[in-house]
């Protein structure tokens, strides 16, 4: 059992280039940390796991959809 679980707290969501892009804000040991969550319709991940400032976050999570519209699709036959 998880004592203190992490729920996420969700301080600014935007859409870039089709994805749904939700930054989260959390706080450990006093440092404030973001991470940012990429959803689009085929499902979701976590674009940034940690970043130390809001900006960085943003920032890395543009480059991470940026990245996955830049590789082709797997086609499942």
Wanted: glycine share 4%.
């Amino acid at each position: 059992m998880i004592l203190n679980p992490d729920y996420p707290h969700i301080v600014w969501s935007f859409t870039y280039r089709g994805w749904q892009l939700e930054v989260d804000q959390s706080e450990e040991d006093g440092q404030v940390l973001y991470a940012v969550w990429a959803n689009h319709e085929a499902g979701c991940a976590i674009a940034v796991p940690c970043a130390l400032t809001q900006a960085e976050a943003i920032k890395r999570a543009k480059r991470y959809v940026d990245a996955r519209m830049n590789t082709p699709a797997i086609k499942i036959v």
